[in-house]
C-alpha cells in the first residue's frame, strides 16, 4: 500500500481545476505498480508527470493500453482499439472515452463538493445541537435543584402548618378544660351561696320574729295631725272591687301604650310605602329605552307591561290603606325589579362609556360627545349670566331694603337707575370717542411733524432759493426798483403760500381720510365733524401765516378745543 | 334644704334666703322632698328615726321610729303622703302613711342596689324580693298598696329593676357574674331576655331614654349595647376604645392654663386672694387633633368589683345624646349621638371624672371631677366654670334644677349654687 500523505500541491497547470483542502493522495511509489490493485483516488492537483510515468513508461505502453482498454470496457465505455482487435488505437473512441471520463470526472468532483458542504453543515448542525443539549441539560439540571428546593420549603411549611394547628388544638382543649373548671366551680359556688343564703334567711326570720316581738309597745308613728291626701280623695278600703279596678287600670296603661305604639307604626308604614311609591315611580320613569325596543325584547316588554299593568291596579287600590301581606309583598317585589332593571341599564351604560372610552368610537358618539360639550357649554354660560343676574338683582333687593318703602322713593330709584344706565352707557361711548380722539390727534401729531419737517426743509430750500433769486437778480438788474422784491416776495410768497397750502390740503386730505374712519366707529357723531371743521378752519388760518411753528400751534390749540369740549 | 349635723335649713332656690329651720333629733344622713314639695323628710339610721317637717305649717312634726328593727333606707312615696323604710338587714320594708296612719309591710325585700322602682307616673311600684333562693318581682298598685303581680325571674341573682320612662316595661338586669337583663311588661308577662356572652363580667350600669326607645347596657367588657323597644334586639354596639381615630368625633381635652400674676403686684405677705389665685390654676379646653390616645387603666385583676367597664350612663333630656364613661379611662367623657349611633365628642379632663347630670330641659351635660372648676358641653362647644371663692372647693357631685337654670354643686362641706344665664335673643 501506497503511504498517504497530505501534501501542499503545487497548483499546476490548468488540467487542475479545484485544490480541495482535503487532499490526500497516495503517492505510489513506481515500484509497487505491478503487484497492487491500483485505487483512484479523487482527481487532485497531483502531479501528472509522476502518475503517468508511474503507469505508463514507454517499455509497457501496450500493457497499459490494453489494461485501459480493458478497464473502459468494464466500465461500460467502447473499447478503445480500432474494430479488429490489432493493435491500433481507435483515436475517436479514445478521445469519446477521455471525454466521458472527464465529464465523469466532473460529475465526481461537483458531487464530492456537495459532498463536503453538507458535511459541514451537517458538522455544523450537530455542535449547534450540541450546544442546545448542553444548555438544556444545564436548565434542567437547574430546573432539578429548584423544585428540590421547593419541595423542601413545602415540606417545612407543611410542619409548620401541622405544628401550628397542633398548638391551635392545644390552646383548644385548653380552653375547653378551662371553661369546664369555670362551669364546674361555678356550680359549686351557687350551691355554697345557695347554702348560706338559707342560713341567712334563717337568721333573718329569727331576727324579724324578735323584732316584731319588740315592737308592739312602742308607738312607731306620732304626728301632730293626719294630712290630706295629695290629691284630696279619701283612702279606701282593700276589697276584690278595687282589685279589679287596679287590674283594669293596668290592662288600660298598657293598651293604651301599645295604641300609641301602634299608632306610631302605622304612621311610619305609610310614610315609608309613601317613598316607595315615589321611588316606583321614579324609577319607571328611569327605564324609557326598554320601551322602545318592544321586538328585540318582546318577553320583557311584555313582562313590563305586566307590571305596568299591575302597577296601576296597586295605584288604583289605595293601597296603602290595605296592608295584608299580598299587598305589601307585590309591592316591595315590583321595586326590586325594577331596582334590578335599572341596574342592568346604569350597568349597560357603564359599559358603553367604558367601550367609548377605549376607543371603539362610532361618529355617533364623537358627535354626541361634542354636542355635549357644547351643551355643557351653553348652559356654563347660561348659569353665569343667570347668577350676575341673581346678583345683580340682590343687589337691588338690598338697596330696595336700605331704603324707606315710598313707592315715589322707589320710582325716583328706578328713574336713577335708568339715568344712571343711560349715563354709564354715555360714560363708554364718550370713553370710546375719546379713544379714537386720541388715535387721531396722535396721527395728526405724526402728521403734524412731518409736516413741520417738511416745512422746515421747504423753508430752508426757499431760502437758498431766494438768496439764488436775489444774487442772480442783484447780480443782473440792481437798477431795479425795490418794490420788486417784495413784490417778487409777495409773489415768492404766494407761491410759498400756494406751496404751504399743499401741505394743508394734504392735512386736509389726510384729516378728511381719517375723518371717514372715525366717523364710521362713533355713532354719535355731532362733536366730531363741528372738530374737523374746525381743524380746516384752522388750517385754512394757518395758511396765510406759512410759519413753521404754527402747525404746533394748531395742534395745542386743537388739543385746548378738545380739552374744553 | 341642705342639713347640716342635726339642723334641716331649708333655703329658697333663688336667693340662698334661709326660710326655715328645723332641728332634728341625730345626726341626718338623708334628707328627701316630696313629689309636691310640701315636706321634707329627714332619716336618721342611726336612730333608726324618720322625721317629717312641712313648709307650709312650720309647727308641724312627724316622727317615725323603726326601733329595733333599724333603718337602712328611706324614701318618699311617688304621691308624697307614704314613707318606705328599709329595715336593717333588709328585713321588710314598712310603708308609713302620713293619711291614715297605718302601716304596711313588704316582706323579703332584696337587699340590692336598685330594689324599688316607682313608675314615673308614680302610679306602680316594683319590688325586688327574694324567698327560698329564687328571685322575684311584685308590682304594686301606689294608690292603695295593692299587690297586682308577683312573678319570679329568671335571674340567678337579680341586681336592679329599674322602669321605662313610659311605665310600660320593667327591665330587671342579673348580677354581673351573669350577664342577663330581662324584660317584663307591666303585667308581669316576660316580653325579651337578652344575654351577650357568657362567662365574663357582666352588666355594670343600664339606662332607658327618655322616650322608651332605648335601652343602654353597659357591661365590664367596656361596651354599651343598645336594645331597641320593638323587637328588644340589640341594635348596636358602641365602643370605648383607648385610641380614637375616627374624624368625626371631636375631643375636648382640658389643659391647664399657667396662672398669670403679675410680678409688681406681689406683695408681703401676701394677700388671700392672691394666695388662693397663685394655688388655684385655671383651665381651658382645647381640640385635641385626632388620633388621640386617652389615658387607660388596667385595674388589678384579683380584686371585685374592678374599675372596669361603664359605670356611668345618661341619655339626654331630648333623647339625642348619651354620655357615658368607661371606668378603664377615667378622665374621659364619652358622648355619643343617638340619631347617628356615632360616637360625637369625647371630653378629656385632668382629673377622673366624679358625676355628670344632663340639664332636664336642654342638651346640656354638667361634668365635675373633684376639681373646683364644672364642666358644661353642648353641642354648641363646652366651657370650664371656675367656682370663685377662698380655697378649694371640690366639687364631688351636682345636681340640675329642675328648670335647667341653675345647678347644685356639692362639695364635702359646702355646697354652692351656680346660676346659667339664658342668652338674650
Known amino acids: 500500500m501506497g503511504d498517504w500523505k497530505t501534501i501542499t500541491v503545487p497548483v499546476l497547470s490548468s488540467d487542475s481545476k479545484n485544490t480541495l483542502p482535503y487532499t490526500s493522495e497516495r503517492k505510489r511509489s513506481p515500484t509497487s505498480m505491478s503487484s497492487q490493485v491500483l485505487r483512484w483516488s479523487l482527481p487532485s492537483s497531483k502531479s501528472m508527470h509522476n502518475f503517468f510515468s508511474a503507469f505508463c513508461t514507454e517499455e509497457n505502453i501496450e500493457q497499459s493500453i490494453s489494461y485501459i482498454d480493458r478497464e473502459l470496457t468494464t466500465l461500460g465505455f467502447p473499447s478503445i482499439y480500432a474494430e479488429s482487435k490489432g493493435k491500433e488505437l481507435n483515436l475517436v473512441s479514445m478521445v469519446n472515452c477521455m471525454n466521458e471520463l472527464l465529464v465523469l470526472q ?384 409777495r409773489s415768492n410768497l404766494t407761491d410759498v403760500s400756494l406751496l404751504g397750502s399743499d401741505p394743508d390740503i394734504r392735512l386736509v386730505r389726510s384729516a378728511s381720510r381719517q375723518r371717514r374712519p372715525a366717523s364710521v366707529s362713533s355713532s354719535t357723531v355731532s362733536p366730531e365733524p363741528f372738530q374737523i371743521s374746525q381743524y380746516i378752519a384752522q388750517n385754512s388760518v394757518a395758511s396765510e401765516k406759512p410759519a413753521a411753528d404754527n402747525m404746533p400751534n394748531l395742534c395745542v390749540e386743537s388739543d385746548d378745543k378738545e380739552e374744553t369740549e | 334644704a341642705s342639713c347640716v349635723q342635726h339642723r334641716l335649713v331649708v333655703r329658697d332656690a333663688s336667693s340662698l334666703q334661709i326660710l326655715q329651720l328645723y332641728t332634728c333629733l341625730d345626726q341626718i344622713q338623708y334628707i328627701e322632698w316630696s313629689s309636691d314639695s310640701l315636706f321634707v323628710l329627714c332619716a336618721m339610721y342611726k336612730r333608726g328615726v324618720v322625721q317629717v317637717w312641712s313648709l307650709e305649717q312650720p309647727d308641724w312634726h312627724c316622727k317615725i321610729d323603726e326601733g329595733s328593727a333599724g333603718l337602712v333606707a328611706s324614701c318618699w312615696s311617688p304621691d308624697g303622703r307614704h314613707i318606705l323604710n328599709t329595715t336593717e338587714f333588709h328585713l321588710r320594708i314598712t310603708v308609713w302613711s302620713l293619711c291614715t296612719k297605718s302601716v304596711s309591710y313588704i316582706k323579703y325585700p332584696k337587699a340590692c342596689q336598685q330594689g324599688v322602682a316607682f313608675t314615673k307616673d308614680g302610679r306602680y311600684m316594683a319590688v325586688a324580693e327574694r324567698r327560698d333562693c329564687k328571685d322575684f318581682i311584685s308590682i304594686f298598685v301606689c294608690r292603695n298598696w295593692q299587690l297586682l303581680r308577683h312573678f319570679d325571674t329568671e335571674t340567678q341573682d337579680l341586681f336592679g329593676i329599674e322602669w321605662a320612662p313610659n311605665g310600660c316595661v320593667l327591665a330587671a338586669w342579673d348580677t354581673c357574674l351573669e350577664y342577663k337583663v330581662l324584660l317584663y311588661s307591666l303585667d308581669g308577662r316576660l316580653l325579651s331576655s337578652y344575654r351577650a356572652y357568657e362567662w365574663p363580667l357582666g352588666i355594670k350600669s343600664i339606662a332607658w331614654s327618655p322616650s322608651s326607645q332605648f335601652l343602654a347596657i353597659g357591661s365590664f367588657d367596656e361596651k354599651v349595647r343598645i336594645l331597641n323597644h320593638v323587637t328588644w334586639k340589640k341594635i348596636t354596639e358602641l365602643e370605648h376604645p383607648a385610641t380614637i381615630a375616627s374624624k368625626k368625633t371631636i375631643v375636648y381635652k382640658e389643659v391647664e392654663k399657667s396662672p398669670t400674676v403679675g410680678t409688681e403686684r406681689l406683695s408681703f405677705p401676701p394677700t388671700r386672694a392672691l394666695a388662693s389665685s397663685l394655688f388655684s390654676t385655671q383651665s381651658k379646653y382645647e381640640i385635641s387633633q385626632v388620633p388621640v390616645s386617652l389615658q387607660y387603666i388596667k385595674p388589678v385583676a384579683d380584686r371585685a368589683n374592678p374599675k372596669v367597664g361603664i359605670g356611668m350612663m345618661a341619655f339626654s333630656a331630648d333623647n339625642c345624646f348619651l354620655a357615658t364613661k368607661n371606668d378603664n379611662i377615667p378622665n374621659a367623657v364619652w358622648i355619643w349621638d343617638i340619631r347617628k349611633l356615632k360616637l360625637a365628642v369625647v371630653l378629656e379632663q385632668l382629673c377622673t371624672i366624679q358625676c355628670f347630670q344632663w340639664d332636664p330641659c336642654q342638651p346640656r351635660l354638667a361634668v365635675c371631677t373633684g376639681s373646683s372648676r364644672v364642666y358644661l358641653w353642648s353641642p354648641a362647644g363646652c366651657v370650664v366654670v371656675q367656682v370663685p371663692g377662698e380655697g378649694d372647693f371640690q366639687i364631688v357631685s351636682l345636681s340640675w334644677h329642675s328648670s335647667g337654670d341653675s345647678m347644685l354643686l356639692l362639695s364635702k362641706d359646702n355646697f354652692c349654687v351656680c346660676y346659667l344665664e339664658r342668652e338674650e335673643v
Not at chain 1, 320613569?285 to 299591575?310: A, C, F, N
Not at chain 1, 379714537?436 to 423753508?459: C, P, Q, V, Y
Request: aromatic share 4%.
Open chain 1, 106 to 489: 466532473h460529475k465526481n468532483l461537483r458531487a464530492q463538493e456537495e459532498i463536503e458542504i453538507q458535511h459541514l453543515k451537517l458538522g455544523s448542525d450537530m455542535d449547534h445541537l450540541q450546544n442546545c443539549y448542553a444548555k438544556l441539560k444545564e436548565q434542567l439540571e437547574l430546573s432539578k435543584r429548584e423544585i428540590v428546593g421547593l419541595q423542601e420549603k413545602d415540606r417545612q411549611l407543611q410542619s409548620k402548618n401541622r405544628n401550628l394547628h397542633q398548638l391551635l388544638k392545644n390552646e383548644k382543649d385548653e380552653v375547653q378544660k378551662l371553661q369546664n373548671v369555670i362551669s364546674s366551680r361555678a356550680t359549686q359556688y351557687n350551691h355554697d351561696m345557695k347554702r348560706k343564703e338559707r342560713e341567712y334567711n334563717k337568721l333573718k326570720e329569727r331576727l324579724h320574729q324578735l323584732v316584731m316581738n319588740k315592737k308592739d309597745k312602742k308607738l312607731a308613728m306620732e304626728v301632730l295631725n293626719c294630712v290630706g291626701r295629695a290629691d284630696g280623695k279619701r283612702g279606701a278600703w282593700r276589697t276584690d272591687k278595687t282589685e279589679a279596678r287596679n287590674e283594669e287600670e293596668m290592662y288600660k296603661v298598657l293598651l293604651s301604650d301599645y295604641e300609641q305604639r301602634q299608632k306610631q307604626l302605622l304612621l311610619e308604614n305609610t310614610e315609608l310605602k309613601k317613598v316607595l311609591q315615589q321611588m316606583k315611580k321614579d324609577i319607571i320613569s328611569l327605564l324609557p329605552p326598554q320601551k322602545q325596543k318592544p321586538k328585540e325584547r318582546s318577553e320583557d316588554g311584555m313582562v313590563l307591561s305586566d307590571q305596568e299593568e299591575d302597577i296601576g291596579e296597586l295605584n288604583k287600590e289605595n293601597m296603602w290603606e290595605l296592608s295584608c301581606e299580598t299587598v305589601r309583598e307585590q309591592l316591595t317585589n315590583s321595586i326590586r325589579k325594577q331596582w334590578r332593571m335599572l341596574k342592568n341599564h346604569v350597568e349597560k351604560l357603564d359599559n358603553q362609556v367604558s367601550r367609548g372610552r377605549s376607543g371603539s368610537l362610532n361618529e355617533k358618539d364623537v358627535i354626541s360627545r361634542a354636542d355635549h360639550e357644547l351643551e355643557t357649554e351653553k348652559l356654563e354660560l347660561e348659569i353665569q349670566q343667570c347668577k350676575e343676574m341673581i346678583r345683580t338683582q340682590q343687589q337691588l333687593l338690598q338697596q330696595q331694603l336700605t331704603c324707606d318703602d315710598d313707592t315715589t322713593l322707589l320710582l325716583q330709584d328706578c328713574y336713577l337707575l335708568e339715568e344712571r344706565e343711560r349715563l354709564q352707557e354715555e360714560w363708554r361711548l364718550f370713553r370710546e370717542q375719546k379713544k379714537n380722539f386720541e388715535k387721531e390727534r396722535k396721527s395728526f401729531t405724526d402728521a403734524a411733524i412731518r409736516l413741520g419737517l417738511e416745512r422746515k426743509a421747504f423753508e430752508e430750500d426757499r431760502g437758498t432759493w431766494l438768496k439764488h433769486q436775489f444774487l442772480s437778480m442783484t447780480a443782473d438788474c440792481k437798477s431795479e426798483n425795490v418794490t420788486t422784491p417784495s413784490a417778487f416776495l
